[in-house]
């Protein structure tokens, strides 16, 4: 058995969240104040979540990297292969903010989306 202490980022309040695991499995959630913080200790111990933010090859603008940011979590340990996944895209101006860029990234249900528009030159 193992207890894992956290703290929970889905408001300011921050509360501190003890989870009990064992063999994979999340036997109890303490100290949350609210269901998302033991939704959010749940996940956090047996699969991290995160945000990604990058930047993809664009062409003809006026810079030559365009930032981009995944519509949703995607699992942490999913990272590096997104992270291939986004270099080996190129995109080509003018590009709005908000378009998706790359649809579902690796089955995960989250898409690339652009994080600024950027216009043709
Ligand atoms: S458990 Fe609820 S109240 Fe506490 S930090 Fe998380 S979201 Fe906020």
Same mark, same amino acid.
């Given at each position: 058995?193992?207890?894992?202490?956290?703290?929970?980022?889905?408001?300011?309040?921050?509360?501190?969240?003890?989870?009990?695991?064992?063999?994979?499995?999340?036997?109890?959630?303490?100290?949350?104040?609210?269901?998302?913080?033991?939704?959010?200790?749940?996940?956090?111990?047996?699969?991290?979540?995160?945000?990604?933010?990058?930047? *993809?090859? @664009?062409?003809?603008? !006026?810079?030559?990297?365009?930032? $981009? %940011?995944? #519509?949703?979590?995607?699992?942490?340990?999913?990272?590096?292969?997104?992270?291939?996944?986004?270099?080996?895209?190129?995109?080509?101006?003018?590009?709005?903010?908000?378009? *998706?860029? @790359?649809?579902?990234? !690796?089955?995960?249900?989250?898409? $690339? %989306?652009? #994080?600024?528009?950027?216009?043709?030159?």
């Amino acid at each position: 058995m193992e207890t894992k202490e956290l703290i929970c980022v889905n408001c300011p309040m921050g509360c501190r969240v003890s989870v009990t695991i064992e063999a994979g499995e999340v036997l109890s959630v303490t100290g949350n104040s609210c269901p998302r913080g033991e939704a959010y200790a749940r996940q956090e111990s047996i699969r991290p979540m995160r945000i990604l933010t990058s930047t *993809v090859k @664009i062409d003809h603008a !006026l810079h030559r990297v365009l930032p $981009v %940011i995944t #519509s949703k979590d995607i699992p942490l340990d999913m990272m590096d292969a997104a992270m291939e996944e986004i270099r080996r895209v190129t995109v080509d101006a003018p590009v709005k903010m908000n378009d *998706v860029l @790359i649809e579902n990234l !690796l089955g995960t249900g989250a898409d $690339v %989306i652009a #994080s600024r528009s950027m216009d043709r030159i």
